[in-house]
């Protein structure tokens, strides 16, 4: 984590609380996609050139890359980030608001969708309040914006107001429960090594010329496959 001039962890966590860590093995994750892209991209000099290599990933590299415009603030403008839980530096407002049930995430990047915003909530003179007239400002007021959003976003279900907001073009979604995401996701079964039941796993995520790309075999107990493995390997 990106330690601020004061000393005090930056970025992620509340802005008078302990900093927080994120909820899944981001660096772990991280890693794997940029071995990935380090082996294609030895593959294709190899093909090239006919000259292999040794592909390194640094676990801490790869979350240093992820700080993108943070670390770019510090390194080409002095600004140290804070903590601000989970608004946005430069953009207002583009975060999570409570709602009747739960929470409900707005991307309001422009001036274009600000209005679209007001508009939505049923106040579009908002687009022409000096405070709130354009993004600079908006983040230079945004507790007196939020003084308006706050109690708004609480008058419906988290539902409603998406229903509501994409209507009007605001991109907007849930923050979901990890049950709630789930139930978009797209799904494989293979049968349990032990036969009993059905294991699922997600699929991939991305398409190939939109063919969904899944395992076709279920994973194997261990040692399953030894026998080919050293038949293969070892010719035996």
């Known amino acids: 984590m990106m330690q601020g001039l004061s000393g005090i962890p930056s970025i992620t966590g509340p802005v008078d609380g ?7 093995s981001i660096a772990d994750l991280i890693a794997g996609q940029n071995v990935i892209q380090g082996i294609l991209a030895a593959l294709f000099r190899r093909e090239r050139t006919g000259v292999g290599g040794f592909v390194d990933v640094s676990m801490m590299d790869g979350m240093l890359s992820l700080l993108t415009y943070h670390a770019s603030a510090y ?17 207002h407002p583009f975060q999570p608001y ?14 274009r969708l600000f209005s679209a915003l007001a508009k939505a909530m049923g106040y579009a003179e908002w687009s022409e309040d000096e405070r709130f007239s354009t993004n600079v400002q908006r983040v230079h007021h945004r507790d007196e914006l939020d003084a308006h959003l706050v109690p708004l976003f609480l008058s419906k ?34 049968d349990h090594p032990d036969g009993s039941s059905k294991v699922k796993s997600l699929v991939g995520s991305y398409r190939l010329d939109g063919e969904i790309l899944a395992a076709d075999r279920r994973p194997p107990n261990l040692g399953e496959h030894i026998n080919e493995v050293i038949e293969e390997w070892l010719g035996t």
């Open 18 to 24: 302990e900093p927080f860590k994120c909820g899944a």
């Open 75 to 91: 390194i080409n403008g002095g600004q140290a980030p804070k903590r601000r839980g989970n608004g946005h530096p430069s953009i």
């Open 157 to 190: 279900s988290k539902l409603e107001w998406r229903e509501v907001l994409t209507k009007h073009g605001v991109p907007s979604d849930i923050v979901a429960t990890v049950p709630e995401a789930l139930e978009s996701a797209t799904w494989v079964e293979h």
């Open 98 to 111: 409570a709602c009747s049930d739960g929470y409900l995430t707005i991307c309001v990047g422009n001036d």
